[in-house]
Structure formats: structure tokens, C-alpha cells
């Protein structure tokens, strides 16, 4: 079974800074997505960026870029010039592509994360 | 883009009774979809996936008798708590993905379900 840790249970960042919130997983699997989630106050689960475990170039959204080691199994995700906006529950998850949609992804615990003004 | 819409956002009951959340993709068809319970400040875990045509998939320890799920149309899933308990209370998200496995999962806004 796939699982996926994020050993971070709370993070704290000065407005306009850098955090990076950790991530690690484990299969035995070798293709799969990874994702990053944002859960607001209002419980909407927003998608915040996606890797394809068969590409090497590490996705980017804008703001949001991840680090993505597949053999050391770490997808951490930056998030630059943090904003008030960007204060929420992120949840990292794991997707086994095989599964041919069949599958559903699997959460970590969840970082909050906390904007300081 | 994609829309999932779930409905009620929250429900109370009491003790006993049976409550329906319905779970529709509203511009896709989805032949999977997912059921998740996500209680305060935890993950989302997945409870079951729902089959359109066919029986629902549960998790393991998830009780299907109580749980029940219909896909009956490629747009609509519904899951029931049946017998509600207070311990049933939490929050419920559905999710469904278009197209093929390399698209996004899409969730719907969830329902939070107090058993009284």
C-alpha cells in the first residue's frame, strides 16, 4: 500500500518569504502523480500544482514550485513571496497512474500553514 | 472548467435516521467517482469509489451496508449514511476526475454531517 508522510504538522512564515513544506512517500510503483492541495477555511479543495513521477523537470505554478526527488521519494513544495491568501490546511497526495483512473489519491496528514503579516 | 457540485453543504439528523449526499459532475461525465470523510483537523480518507453501472468499491474497514453508494448515471452519485450515529458525524467530499487518468480530480465542496 502507498502512503504518504508530511512531517510537518504546522508551518509559519513572514508575508513576502520563502517556506518549503516537506513531503515523502512510498511505492513500489514507478509511475504515478503527486499533487499538492490547498483546503481554505471553507473545506473547497483547490488544486495547487501536479508532478508526473516519469517526468524529471520539476513542475511550477507561478508561486508554487515543487522539488521532486523520485528516488529519494520527496515532492516538497516552495512557495515563494508567501501571501495572506496562500494560508490554509496543504495536503500532499499520491496517485497510482496504472490504476487506469480506478484509483483514488491517497492524502498525507496536512500542513497548516500560517501567513504572518 | 470542470464542476462538481455536492449537495447538501451541511446536514443535521438525529440518531437513527438515513441522510443521502448527492455528489454530481456537472459539465463531465464520470464513470469513477470518489467518496472521502475528512474528521476536524485530519486528512481526507478515502472511504469508497463508486462504479457507474456497477457495485461501489470500499475501502477497508469502511462498512458498505452502512455506507451505501449509487452510480446510476454517469453524472450523479450518491452516498446514504444509513442509521446515522453520532460518531457518523464528519465531513464528507466527493470527487470525480474527466477524461482519462491523467486528469486532475475535481471536488465537490463537501457535506458536514452532524448526527444529534
Known amino acids: 500500500a502507498q502512503t504518504v508522510t508530511q512531517s510537518q504538522p504546522e508551518m509559519s512564515v513572514q508575508e513576502a518569504e520563502t517556506v518549503t513544506l516537506s513531503c515523502t512517500y512510498d511505492t513500489s510503483e514507478s509511475d504515478y502523480y503527486l499533487f499538492w492541495y490547498k483546503q481554505p477555511p471553507s473545506r473547497q479543495m483547490i488544486l495547487v500544482i501536479r508532478q508526473e513521477a516519469y517526468k524529471q523537470q520539476n513542475a511550477t505554478e507561478n508561486r508554487f514550485s515543487v522539488n521532486f526527488q523520485k528516488a529519494a521519494k520527496s515532492f516538497s513544495l516552495k512557495i515563494s513571496d508567501s501571501q495572506l491568501g496562500d494560508a490554509a490546511m496543504y495536503f500532499c497526495a499520491y496517485l497510482l497512474l496504472s490504476g487506469g483512473g480506478a484509483d483514488g489519491l491517497t492524502f498525507g496528514k496536512g500542513t497548516h500553514l500560517i501567513i504572518q503579516p | 472548467g470542470a464542476v462538481v457540485s455536492q449537495h447538501p453543504s451541511w446536514v443535521i439528523c438525529k440518531s437513527g435516521t438515513s441522510v443521502k449526499i448527492e455528489c454530481r459532475s456537472l459539465?463531465?461525465?464520470?464513470?469513477?467517482m470518489f467518496w472521502y470523510r475528512q474528521f476536524p483537523k485530519q486528512s481526507l480518507m478515502l472511504m469508497a469509489t463508486?462504479?457507474?453501472?456497477?457495485?461501489?468499491?470500499?475501502e477497508q474497514g469502511v462498512e458498505k451496508d452502512k455506507f451505501l453508494i449509487n452510480h446510476a448515471s454517469l453524472t450523479l452519485s450518491t452516498l446514504t449514511v444509513t442509521s446515522a450515529h453520532p460518531e457518523d458525524s464528519s465531513f464528507y467530499i466527493c470527487s470525480a476526475r474527466p477524461g482519462q487518468n491523467n486528469s486532475p480530480l475535481h471536488f465537490g465542496n463537501g457535506t458536514r454531517l452532524t448526527v444529534t
Open positions: 459539465d463531465f461525465q464520470a464513470t469513477t
Open positions: 463508486s462504479n457507474e453501472g456497477s457495485k461501489a468499491t470500499y
